[in-house]
């Protein structure tokens, strides 16, 4: 059971990138998948999280209108599409799986599995 973060980067403010969450060892079509991000000296937090038992897709404040998360069920992968980036969006990014299938940025405990992360960095 694995999940793979990908497309971080270095990208100037107002740029995009998007990122990929791919899963191996099982189906994330019965998991809720959230995006959390941790900057240095920070907390892990919540960005965005989708259920697919409710349909239910939450953001964070800070990135509602700028981030959108979509799943592709036939690759087996989530994305974060990232725009209008923020020197503030710099971070580590991780994706996680939650088997009980419910959406929130806040349960980190909640959720079963991680990935290893994928570093974004916003700067001129």
């Known amino acids: 059971v694995q999940l793979v973060e990908s497309g971080g980067g270095l990208v100037q403010p107002g740029g995009s990138l998007r990122l990929s969450c791919a899963a191996s060892?099982?189906?994330?079509?019965?998991?809720?998948i959230g995006w959390f991000r941790q900057a240095p000296g920070k907390e892990r937090e919540g960005v965005s999280c989708?259920?697919?038992?409710?349909?239910?897709?939450y953001y964070a404040d800070s990135v509602k209108g700028r981030f959108t998360i979509s799943r592709d069920n036939a690759m087996n992968t989530v994305y974060l599409q990232m725009n209008s980036l923020k020197p503030e969006d710099t971070a580590v990014y991780y994706c996680?799986?939650?088997?009980?299938?419910?959406?929130?940025?806040?349960?980190?405990?909640?959720?079963?599995?991680w990935g290893q992360g994928t570093q974004v960095t916003v700067s001129s």
């Open positions: 989708t259920s697919s038992s409710d349909g239910a897709t």
């Open positions: 060892g099982f189906n994330l079509d019965f998991y809720a």
């Open positions: 996680a799986a939650d088997s009980s299938n419910h959406c929130s940025l806040y349960g980190v405990d909640d959720y079963d599995y």
